[in-house]
C-alpha cells in the first residue's frame, strides 16, 4: 500500500506524458535531432544509465538464481520429518528407532522397492575454493531412495556411489569452484580418503551444492548415532496436513513436518544480505545517474533558450514545452536503460555461490536473467528519466519569451 502510495504520482504523471504525446503537436523529432547533435554529452549521459541498470539488473539476476535453486528443489508432494524447532537439517537429529518407525508410516507411499523414504545425515565439511578461500560444503548422506525422490537430480558422469566403499558422488557446477573434485580424486573427510565416483546435475537445484555419500558410511566417518533427517514422499500433496499431524501426535515420534517447497522457500532469506548490499549500491549509482541525466538536459536547455523561445513564438504552449523536454530526457534514460539491460545478459548463466547465514554452508548457484528482470531494468531507467528530466523541462516551459528570444 505505501509503495502504490508512492508510486502513484508518478504513474498519474507518466499517464500525462503518455496523453499529451498524443493531444498535443509536440515536437518530438526535434528533441530526438537535438539528442543527436549532442553526440558526447548524449552517449556519456546513456553509459551512465546503463552502467546503473545493468548493475541493478545483474544484483536481481543474484536474488533469482538463489530462489531458482531453492524453489526448483522441492516438491509439494514430498515432507521432510525434522527434530521440533530444528528449523535446518543441519540442526536436527532423529534417533535409529523413531527411523525405524517413520519409515513404515501407513501415509507414505510406496513403491515396488518399498515406503519412498529415506533417512538422511548432513554435515558440513571445510574445503578449500579454487580462489584460495575456504568455506563449508554441505556433505548429504542417503538411502538409495533417496535418489529416486529427486528426479530432478541426474547423473552426468562416472556411477552412483556404492554402500560401504567411501565413495561420493559430486555436483558438475561444484568441480569448477573447488578443486580436487574432478572424476578419480579423493577428497579427504571425516578421517578417511573418499573415492570420488560420479558428478550429477540437478537443474540449477540447490542439491548442487551438496557432496552426496551413503548415509552409513557418512554416519560412521563423522561419528553421528542419529539421523539428521527423513524425506519422504506422500500420496498426494493434500495428505501432508494428515502425515504431520500423526506424527507430531504420535508419542514415540513427536517430529516436526514441513513440506519441502515450504523448506526451502524459507532457505531464500540467503539472499536476503545480497540484495542489501546490492540495492544499496544501486541507490548510491541511482542519485548519480539521475544527476547526470539532469545536468545533461540543463545544458540542452541552456544552449537552446532561442529555439524554446521560436517554439514558444510559434503558439507552443507551456505545457507542451514541458512534455517535449521531459519526453527527451525520457528517450535518453530508456535508450541507456536497453543497452544495459542487454549488457546484463553477458553473466546470465554464470556460476557463482554464497554462504548461507541459515546454514552456514556453501549455496551454489547461477547468474539468472529473465525478461521480466529486464524489463525492470528498462522501467527503472524510465522512472531515472522522469525525475533526471522533471527540473530541466520545468525550466524550460518557464523561460520569459522575451528572455528566450534573446538567447538569455
Not at 534417533?95 to 507414505?108: G, S
Not at 541511482?286 to 539532469?294: E, K, L, P
Amino acid at each position: 500500500m505505501i509503495g502504490l502510495l508512492f508510486a502513484l504520482p508518478f504513474l498519474t504523471y507518466l499517464g500525462w506524458l503518455v496523453w499529451a504525446l498524443v493531444a498535443y503537436p509536440i515536437p518530438l523529432s526535434y528533441n530526438l535531432r537535438s539528442l543527436w547533435q549532442r553526440k558526447v554529452s548524449t552517449l556519456s549521459t546513456a553509459a551512465a544509465i546503463a552502467l546503473v541498470v545493468g548493475i541493478f539488473v545483474v544484483v536481481l539476476s543474484l536474488a533469482q538464481g538463489l530462489s531458482v535453486a531453492f524453489v526448483s528443489s522441492g516438491r509439494a508432494d514430498q515432507a521432510l520429518v525434522l527434530r521440533p524447532n530444528a528449523r535446518f537439517e543441519l540442526n536436527s537429529s532423529i534417533e535409529r528407532d523413531r527411523m525405524r518407525i517413520l519409515k513404515v508410516h501407513p501415509m507414505l507411499k510406496r513403491d515396488a522397492e518399498g515406503p519412498m523414504a529415506s533417512a538422511e545425515v548432513v554435515v558440513v565439511k571445510l574445503f578449500p575454493m579454487a580462489d584460495g578461500s575456504d568455506t563449508n560444503v554441505t556433505i548429504r548422506g542417503l538411502e538409495r531412495m533417496g535418489l529416486t525422490l529427486r528426479p530432478q537430480v541426474h547423473l552426468v558422469q562416472g556411477r552412483w556411489f556404492r554402500p560401504g566403499l567411501s565413495e561420493v558422488v559430486v555436483p558438475r557446477k561444484m568441480q569448477g569452484r573447488f578443486p580436487g573434485m574432478e572424476m578419480g580424486r579423493s577428497l579427504r573427510m571425516g578421517g578417511r580418503d573418499w573415492q570420488i565416483v560420479g558428478a550429477f546435475d540437478a537443474g540449477g537445484a540447490s542439491f548442487e551444492s551438496e557432496v552426496w555419500s551413503d548415509v552409513n558410511d557418512v554416519m560412521q566417518a563423522f561419528k553421528r548415532e542419529s539421523y539428521s533427517v527423513m524425506a519422504a514422499r506422500l500420496e498426494q500433496p493434500e495428505r501432508l496436513e494428515g502425515f504431520a499431524k500423526a506424527v507430531e501426535e504420535d508419542k514415540r515420534l513427536q517430529l516436526e513436518v514441513v513440506r519441502e517447497t515450504d523448506y526451502f522457500k524459507e532457505l531464500t532469506k540467503a539472499g536476503d544480505p545480497i540484495k542489501i548490499l546490492g540495492n544499496l549500491i544501486t541507490l548510491i549509482l541511482t542519485g548519480a545517474a539521475i544527476f547526470a541525466a539532469m545536468n545533461t538536459m540543463y545544458a540542452a536547455v541552456a544552449g537552446r533558450t532561442k529555439e524554446i523561445g521560436t517554439l514558444r513564438a510559434l503558439g507552443f504552449r507551456q505545457r507542451e514545452i514541458l512534455a517535449s523536454f521531459q519526453w527527451e530526457s525520457i528517450f535518453l534514460c530508456v535508450s541507456g536503460g536497453l543497452l544495459g539491460s542487454g549488457l546484463a545478459l553477458f553473466v546470465n548463466g554464470i556460476q557463482t555461490g554464497t554462504t548461507s547465514f541459515e546454514t552456514f554452508s556453501d549455496v551454489s548457484f547461477a547468474f539468472t536473467i529473465t525478461p521480466g528482470l529486464m524489463a525492470q531494468g528498462v522501467a527503472f531507467s524510465l522512472v531515472m528519466g522522469l525525475l533526471g528530466g522533471f527540473l530541466p523541462a520545468w525550466r524550460a516551459s518557464r523561460l520569459p519569451l522575451t528572455e528566450a528570444m534573446k538567447g538569455g
